[in-house]
């Protein structure tokens, strides 16, 4: 599982940068990935790369795994505090889309160690 984690921490590490060409590195070409901002799901990396070019326009999102575990039929759950600011830094008031601060549950499924298919779980 070493190596898969390591994958992950480099996502999360590229994505608080806000480095999407360093994520889709990491992440299959045909990827479905979860749409935390307006549910369901964005696929590909031109989907994917509209989302997140449109979410930090609207805000600014940190997320810090602090803890990984394999379930049985292989994926990979990082346990994460998500932490959601406007564009100034400030706590955000009244949103309208999905995002907020709160500790999540994001499931991978890698291939050929890329991530093929991402989803959120709210934790317990």
């Known amino acids: ?3 898969d984690v390591k994958v992950l ?3 999360y590490d590229r994505f608080n940068a806000r480095d999407i060409d360093g994520v889709l590195t990491a992440v299959a070409h045909d990827v479905a990935w979860a749409n935390g901002m307006d ?3 964005v696929h590909g ?3 994917l790369r509209e989302y997140w070019t449109r979410q930090w326009s609207m805000v600014s999102p ?3 795994p602090i803890g990984f575990h394999r379930t049985a039929d292989g994926a990979i759950v990082a346990e994460v505090r998500q932490t959601i600011r406007d564009l100034g830094g400030k706590s955000l008031q009244g949103q309208t889309h999905g995002l907020k601060d709160k500790t999540v549950r ?3 499924r ?3 160690g890329k991530v093929a298919r991402f989803d959120i779980q709210d934790a317990a």
């Open 39 to 41: 549910g369901g799901h």
């Open 110 to 112: 890698l291939r050929e």
């Open 62 to 64: 940190h997320v810090e």
């Open 45 to 47: 990396h031109a989907a």
């Open 9 to 11: 921490e480099r996502i």
């Open 1 to 3: 599982m070493d190596d």
């Open 106 to 108: 994001h499931v991978f």
